[in-house]
C-alpha cells in the first residue's frame, strides 16, 4: 500500500479538541489534494473525525470550512492548475467554494469508536492519559482486522509503552505537532524502538507534504519540548519560592514572569505560557515524566495548590485565555492570584514597587517582537545579554540565572540522548516555542 492509498480511509481520535481539529484541517486537505490529482479522482477518500460531543463537532465542521476558506484564497493559483478542467470554474470565488466543498465532503463527524474500523491510519489527540489512549485504542487498532497504523500526538508519554501496554506490534509513532497545528511549523517525530520503517518512512513523507519542520525525539518521557518546558517551568516555580521567601508570593510570580519575557526576549512569560498550556496540562505531562525520570523531582506543590483551588488557566472556545497563574482582560495579563486570599491581585497594586525592584532593562531596550525580527538580531541579543552581565540589578541576576538553567535543560537533553544534538534543541524551541534564541548559546556561558 503507498502513500496514497494509505491516505484512502483515515480516522482522528479526539478530531473536536484543539490539537485535533488542527490535525483534521492539515490532514482533510492533504486527502483532498491527492484526490484531486487526475488519477486519483475514481478513488474515495474518507477521514473520520470522531469525539464525544456532537456540539463539539458541529463546531469542529465550523472551524473547518472558515480555516480551509482562508487556504483556498492563498493558494488561487494553485487551484486554477487543479480545476483546469472544469468549465463551470471560472470566478476565484467559484474555485475556492468548490475546494473547500471537496476538503469538507471528506470528512465525516461522528461519536462513534466503530468508524474507525476501517481505517488504515489513525491519529490520536487524546489528553495526556494512557489509560484513555489504551482505552480508545482497543477498538480502534488493537483489535482491528486491517491493523492500521497509529500515530499518538502525545507529548510526553513514551511510544514504546504505549506500543507494549496497546500490543500494537510496532504500527505506531509519536508524531506531535505544536498547538496550533495549523499555525506551528514544527512536528517532533518520535520512533520507538519497536516502530517499523514503513510506518516512520510514511510518517517523514507525510510531514514532507504539510511543509512541516521535523526534528527527531529520542523515545524519553517528555521528548524534547516538554523535557525542556517543564523544567524550565519548574526552575520558575523554584525561583519564585526562592524570592518569595522575602517578598509576597503575588510579587514573586509577577517578578519571574516579567524577567522571562522582557530580559530573557521570549514571546511571553513563563507563567503566561503555562496558563495558555493548561495547569492542568502542565501537571498532566510532570505526572508522566516524573515517575520514569531518575534522579530528579519533576513535581510542584505550586501546580496542584492552584488547580485544587480551581485555577486551570488553558483557553476558552472561543479561543480567549483563561485565568490562571495571571488573570486576564483582553488577552493581557492583569492580575496574579493569591492562593493564599483566593482572589487575583490587580498586578496595577503591585507593579510599580516590582519593577523598581527588578532594575531597568539594558538599553537599547530589545522586544521580542523586535528581536525575532531583525536580521541583526544574533549582534543585538549578544550586546543586550552582554550588558546584563555587567548589571547589578535584581532582573540582571534573575535572567542570568534563568538562562544559565535554559542552557543546562538544553545540554543535559543532548547528554542524555533525547537529542541527537544542541541544533535539534534550538530547533524546538525556535520553531516550536517562538524563541528569538535556542536556549545552547554562549550568552550565559
Known amino acids: 500500500m503507498d502513500y496514497s492509498e494509505r491516505l484512502e480511509n483515515v480516522a482522528v481520535l479526539g478530531a473536536a479538541g484543539k490539537m485535533g481539529s488542527g490535525i483534521v484541517l492539515l490532514v482533510a486537505m492533504e486527502m483532498a489534494d491527492l484526490a484531486l490529482k487526475p488519477e486519483n479522482r ?44 472544469r468549465a463551470d470554474l471560472v470566478e476565484n470565488g ?23 474500523a476501517d481505517s488504515d491510519i489513525i491519529f490520536e489527540a487524546a489528553p495526556e492519559d494512557l489509560a484513555l489512549k489504551l482505552k480508545l485504542f482497543a477498538p480502534t487498532a488493537t483489535d482491528n482486522p486491517r491493523k492500521p497504523w ?44 519497536t516502530t517499523s520503517d514503513e510506518v516512520a518512512s510514511f510518517a517523514g513523507a507525510l510531514c514532507n507534504n504539510l511543509r512541516k519542520v521535523v ?18 517551568l519548574l526552575h520558575a516555580i523554584g525561583e519564585v519560592e526562592r524570592i518569595g521567601a522575602g517578598m509576597p508570593l503575588v510579587e514573586a510570580v509577577y517578578t519571574i514572569n516579567r524577567v522571562s519575557q522582557d530580559f530573557l526576549v521570549r514571546p511571553m512569560g513563563i507563567f503566561q505560557l503555562t496558563d495558555y498550556v493548561g495547569l492542568d496540562v502542565c501537571q498532566c505531562i510532570l505526572g508522566v515524566m516524573n515517575p520514569r525520570t531518575e534522579g530528579e523531582d519533576l513535581h510542584s506543590e505550586l501546580i496542584d495548590c492552584l488547580l485544587a483551588a480551581g485555577v486551570r488557566g488553558g483557553q476558552h472556545h472561543d479561543g480567549s485565555q483563561k485565568d490562571g497563574f495571571l488573570q486576564y482582560q483582553q488577552g493581557r495579563p492583569v492580575g496574579v492570584y493569591d492562593p493564599a486570599g483566593k482572589r487575583y491581585v490587580p498586578i496595577a497594586e503591585i507593579q510599580a514597587a516590582c519593577d ?31 550588558q546584563l552581565k555587567s548589571a547589578k ?11 544559565a538553567r535554559s542552557r543546562d535543560i538544553g545540554l543535559k537533553l543532548v547528554s542524555d540522548g533525547v537529542a541527537r544534538n544542541a541544533n535539534d534543541v534550538n530547533q524546538v524551541l525556535l520553531t ?8 545552547v548559546n554562549e550568552y550565559f556561558g
Not at 471528506?106 to 466503530?114: G, K, N
Not at 531597568?360 to 550586546?383: C, I, N
Not at 540589578?393 to 538562562?403: E, I, K, N, V
Request: hydrophobic content about 45%; cysteine-free; proline content about 6%.
Open 94 to 116: 467559484d474555485i475556492v467554494r468548490q475546494y473547500v466543498t471537496d476538503v469538507v465532503d471528506v470528512v465525516r463527524p461522528t461519536t462513534m469508536l466503530a468508524a474507525a
Open 432 to 439: 516550536g516555542f517562538f524563541h528569538a534564541y535556542g536556549p
Open 393 to 403: 540589578t535584581q532582573g540582571a541576576d534573575l535572567a542570568l540565572r534563568y538562562g
Open 356 to 386: 523598581a525592584r527588578i532594575g531597568p532593562l539594558p538599553e537599547p531596550a530589545l522586544p521580542w517582537k523586535v528581536a525575532v525580527r531583525d536580521s541583526a538580531k544574533d549582534a543585538k541579543l549578544a550586546a543586550f545579554f552582554g
Open 150 to 193: 497509529v500515530f499518538t500526538n502525545t507529548s510526553s508519554i513514551p511510544i514504546a509503552e504505549i506500543d507494549e501496554k496497546a500490543k500494537l506490534g510496532g504500527r505506531i509513532m509519536g508524531f506531535h505537532f505544536y498547538n496550533p497545528p495549523a499555525v506551528q511549523r514544527l512536528v517532533e517525530l518520535i520512533r520507538s524502538r
Open 42 to 85: 475514481s478513488r474515495r477518500r474518507v477521514l473520520h473525525a470522531i469525539d464525544v460531543s456532537h456540539d463539539a463537532l458541529g463546531g469542529l465542521m465550523k472551524y473547518l470550512r472558515e480555516q480551509v476558506l482562508k487556504a483556498a484564497e492563498k493558494k488561487i493559483v494553485a487551484l486554477r492548475k487543479v480545476y483546469a478542467d
Open 215 to 232: 526534528v527527531p525525539s529520542a523515545d524519553r518521557a517528555g521528548f524534547i519540548g516538554n523535557g525542556h518546558f517543564m523544567r524550565d
